[in-house]
């Protein structure tokens, strides 16, 4: 089955940095508009950013505008999500996803999600 797979997580402290991969896990995602997404314990999911099929165009939460940013290697058919500057309040799950429709990230349009992974922002 046609899912995304996210890797990079793990336990930082205040003010560093992670940089999350988001890969198919068969074929390619090149032809798809990719999201990053995040759900903190007890919190609903947030739309963090997104990235057009060329990513020549992108978009960004206010929450994290100006500390994270995402980019895409088509020859190696994966996404990146660089978080520079994290705070605890970045601790979440975070999941990649692709847009079957829209090529802007448009919620309905979001499929073949992975299973996540956790971020930890703590000293």
């Known amino acids: 089955q046609w899912q995304l797979v996210e890797s990079g997580g793990g336990l930082v402290q205040p003010g560093g940095s992670l940089r999350l991969s988001c890969a198919p896990s068969?074929?390619?995602?090149?032809?798809?508009?990719i999201g990053w997404y995040r759900q903190a314990p007890g919190k609903e999911r947030e739309g963090i950013s997104c990235?057009?099929?060329?990513?020549?165009?992108?978009n960004y939460a206010d929450s994290v505008k100006g500390r994270f940013t995402i980019s895409r290697d088509n020859a190696k058919n994966t996404i990146y999500l660089q978080m520079n500057n994290l705070k605890p309040e970045d601790t979440a799950v975070y999941y990649c996803?692709?847009?079957?429709?829209?090529?802007?990230?448009?919620?309905?349009?979001?499929?073949?999600w992975g299973k996540g992974t956790l971020v930890t922002v703590s000293s």
């Open positions: 990235i057009s099929p060329s990513g020549e165009s992108t």
């Open positions: 996803a692709a847009d079957r429709l829209t090529n802007t990230c448009q919620d309905y349009a979001m499929g073949y």
């Open positions: 068969i074929g390619t995602v090149n032809s798809y508009a």
